[in-house]
């Protein structure tokens, strides 16, 4: 079965300073990798995906995702930090159908 | 605009009583899922449907039944069986079960004990 960690509960940037989430996962086959943020009382809006090809992903606002095989990774990233990116960021993976989501990890970026 | 619409926003259940969530689809997908939300725990799966009339027990399932009767809708009721019900409840929606493509989501139902 399929799993995907998300090491750190929280994470603490300064506005214009880049920021990494990071998630790792754990699949038999390939992984479809996503990542998605979630705005408070407000569902999961989806930011990017991996299915296959290039290892870095551009995704919405400005994110992109490294794929790392060997590390089993897919770190979300930003080259410049916003106060309004402040959110709570989940990891998923989905194999044979089946999606599985990190614990989340809440980001916080301060003016 | 195409989406999924949860209602309510905010539900309360009395003691011993039964009390159905609402998600509805308008995006053509055959797929849909209900998630239970704590804090710090991410999003454990309630139960699924792969197409009408078809639904399969999730990780949680007990306490929680459903119902996927047209495409565009799939009930989640909570009963008395279920325990500890407050939580955010969240459905979503993907083209198919098996798709490459990112499940949709509502903006959730938040249900509290009186």
């Known amino acids: 079965a399929q799993s995907v960690a998300q090491p750190e509960d929280q994470v603490n940037v300064a506005e214009g300073n880049p920021l990494t989430v990071k998630c790792t996962y754990s699949?038999?086959?390939?992984?479809?990798l996503f990542w998605y943020v979630q705005y408070p009382n407000r569902g999961l809006q989806f930011l990017l995906k991996?299915?296959?090809?290039?290892?870095l992903v551009k995704g919405s606002y400005g994110f992109e995702a490294e794929f790392n095989k060997s590390q089993t990774s897919f770190h979300l990233k930003k080259p410049s930090a916003l106060v309004s990116d402040s959110a709570l960021y989940f990891c998923?993976?989905?194999?044979?159908?089946?999606?599985?989501f990190g614990a989340g990890t809440r980001l916080t970026v301060k003016p | 605009d195409g989406g999924i619409t949860q209602s309510p926003k905010y539900l309360f259940r009395k003691e011993g009583q039964n009390v159905t969530l609402s998600c509805e689809q308008n995006?053509?997908?055959?797929?849909m899922y209900w998630y239970r939300q704590d804090p710090g725990q991410g999003l454990r799966l309630i139960y699924y449907?792969?197409?009408?009339?078809?639904?399969q027990k999730g990780d949680i399932a007990e306490g929680y039944s459903v119902s996927r009767e047209k495409k565009e809708s799939f009930p989640l009721t909570v009963t008395s069986a279920q325990k500890n019900p407050t939580a955010f409840y969240l459905c979503?929606?993907?083209?198919?079960?098996?798709?490459?493509?990112?499940?949709?989501f509502g903006d959730g139902t938040r249900l509290s004990i009186l």
């Open positions: 979503a929606s993907s083209g198919t079960f098996n798709s490459n493509q990112p499940q949709h």
């Open positions: 699949v038999s086959g390939n992984p479809y």
């Open positions: 991996y299915i296959t090809g290039d290892n």
């Open positions: 998923a993976v989905r194999d044979l159908g089946d999606m599985r």
């Open positions: 995006l053509n997908h055959d797929a």
């Open positions: 449907s792969q197409i009408v009339n078809d639904f």
